[in-house]
């Protein structure tokens, strides 16, 4: 597997519904190592489309690893070693906008940092210098421009904004939780969005979120939020999600310049 910096290889990091991708043309399998521990499956490399990308699978593969526990820090680092530059954070979410319903893609633009205890951040022990990295927007505009394209282009039924609220799970919110999420203005809510945006920024990563609702998140529907209900809507959306994949590695890869 090459190490070297290539600005061409698209990282994927697939979530809950996509512990693998199955177009993928696989080359190769690597169990990576980093400073900060081994990330949460083997970094696969293969092509999509004709493009080079390297797949990991966020809650390992079979999907074991929760959400708090996830080793957030080897997964980014281990995709930067391996020449990844822009990366796509592939999540289930619950939809608590009104149009945000399930088997709806939804491309976030903002999220808001509810988890706690998480290593989230590569400056840490002895620095030279404090680092602040700016994190204003925490999505890659021109990333998300081209999923918006591709979802527009391929006909899948998405919401092309949305605050992401990242709660620390591993359980589901109660309804008062998410009311506050709303208040706050969350649009979206997950549990693996942060830290794993900061810290591709951190390491100057364009990161994009490419997220599929699976459910009306805690009190937005008549029902509670059932595992049923979520194996059905991946069922459902993850082809849009692959679709939008396909058509976009391409163009992300073609983004050359690196965010600042
Ligand atoms: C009830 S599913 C919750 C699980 O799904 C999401 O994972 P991911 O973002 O990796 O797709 C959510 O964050 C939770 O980890
Ligand atoms: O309702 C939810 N809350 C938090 N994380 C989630 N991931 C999928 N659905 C949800």
């Known amino acids: 597997m090459k190490t070297e910096t290539d600005n061409r290889v698209v990282g994927i990091i697939g979530g809950t519904g996509l512990t693998s991708l199955a177009e993928l043309e696989v080359v190769g399998r690597q169990a990576a190592a980093t400073p900060y521990g081994v990330p949460s499956s083997a970094l696969t490399r293969g092509s999509l489309q004709g493009q080079s990308v390297v797949f990991l699978s966020r809650h390992g593969n079979p999907h074991r690893i929760p959400p708090h526990e996830v080793n957030y820090r080897a997964n980014i680092k ?107 203005g969350c649009d979206l809510v997950g549990m693996t969005g942060m830290p794993e945006a900061a810290l591709a920024a951190e390491l100057g990563m364009r990161y994009v979120c490419l997220g599929l609702v699976v459910n009306r998140a805690a009190g937005k529907s008549d029902q509670v939020v059932s595992m049923e209900e979520i194996e059905a809507a991946i069922e459902k959306g993850m082809s849009g999600v692959h679709r939008i994949l396909e058509a976009s590695v391409a163009k992300l890869a073609a983004l050359t310049d690196l965010p600042s």
Do not use: K
């Open 78 to 184: 281990a995709l930067y070693d391996a020449g990844v530059r822009t990366v796509v954070g592939v999540n289930a979410v619950g939809g608590i906008h009104p149009d945000m319903e399930p088997a709806c893609v939804v491309i976030p633009d903002q999220i808001i940092d509810y988890t706690w205890g998480r290593s989230g951040t590569f400056f840490e022990g002895d620095l030279e210098n404090v680092t602040h990295i700016d994190f204003t927007w925490p999505y890659d505009q021109a990333a998300r421009d081209i999923l918006i394209q591709a979802a527009t282009a391929h006909d899948v039924a998405f919401s092309g904004f949305g605050v992401y609220g990242a709660t620390q799970g591993p359980r589901l919110e109660t309804a008062a939780e998410v009311r506050r999420l709303e208040q706050d």
